[in-house]
């Protein structure tokens, strides 16, 4: 049972556009999310985080937003450029107690076209 | 190496063998994981060795896996008598410490295993 989903596989944006992934959950005990993003034949790195007591979380061209009460979350890239494209993981975990605590998305595979 | 480093990384087996991957952590980083991510997948928890403490094996799917860690360095993951539904990439990653912070994670590049 998947407690966290990516329902978008891919998503295609063009550059300079703004991209926008998006994470659902159904664990409501969950209160640390996490963004990774993964280059083919690279492992994931990680990329930008939000605790549950925000709703917001800017770094750079990134942003996290939380909806606690929808259980959901996304990312916003903008401008998007073609270095962004990779596929992109949500994590949750309840407490920030390692990751053997992290439950993982399916990803989502975002290409930026030039 | 400045990496978490895997191998082999890719490796193609019949099935009812049993296979062997590696990884060796960044070195000081104490904490060690396992992940698969098997086709249209999340990253899926396997075992976490944290310094000399019991490895959380939790996340083993069955008895045919197994994992070690040597000298709280290099760990071995070891599937034997692998199935087909065994095919997935497996990442290692380590960490600093367990806690304080999950984004401290870093991952390797991965083996991918194909059972046929």
């Known amino acids: 049972d998947q407690q966290v989903k990516q329902n978008s596989p891919s998503l295609s944006v063009q550059e300079g556009r703004i991209s926008i992934l998006n994470c659902d959950y159904t664990n409501s005990m969950f209160d640390y999310f996490l963004w990774y993003k993964k280059y083919p034949a690279e492992g994931p790195t990680f990329l930008i985080s939000?605790?549950?007591?925000?709703d917001k979380n800017e770094d750079g061209r990134f942003t996290v937003f939380l909806n606690k009460s929808a259980k959901h979350l996304s990312l916003h890239i903008v401008p998007s450029q073609p270095g962004d494209s990779a596929v992109y993981f949500c994590?949750?975990?309840?407490?920030?107690?390692?990751?053997?605590?992290?439950?993982f998305g399916t990803g989502t595979r975002l290409t930026v076209i030039p | 190496g400045a990496g978490v480093s895997q191998s082999p990384s890719n490796k193609v087996t019949e099935k009812g063998k049993d296979v062997e991957l590696r990884c060796d952590p960044i070195?000081?980083?104490?904490?060690l994981y396992w992940y698969r991510q098997s086709l249209g997948q999340g990253l899926e928890f396997l075992i976490y060795f944290q310094g000399n403490s019991a490895p959380d094996k939790s996340g083993l799917p069955s008895d045919r896996f197994s994992a070690e860690r040597t000298g709280g360095s290099v760990s071995t993951l070891t599937i034997q008598r692998t199935q087909q539904e065994d095919s997935a990439v497996y990442l290692c990653?380590?960490?600093?410490?367990?806690?304080?912070?999950?984004?401290?994670?870093?991952f390797g590049e991965g083996s991918w295993l194909t059972v046929v």
């Open positions: 939000i605790s549950s007591i925000k």
């Open positions: 070195s000081g980083h104490t904490a």
């Open positions: 994590a949750a975990s309840a407490g920030q107690t390692g990751a053997n605590n992290l439950f």
């Open positions: 990653a380590s960490s600093l410490q367990s806690t304080g912070g999950v984004y401290t994670i870093y």
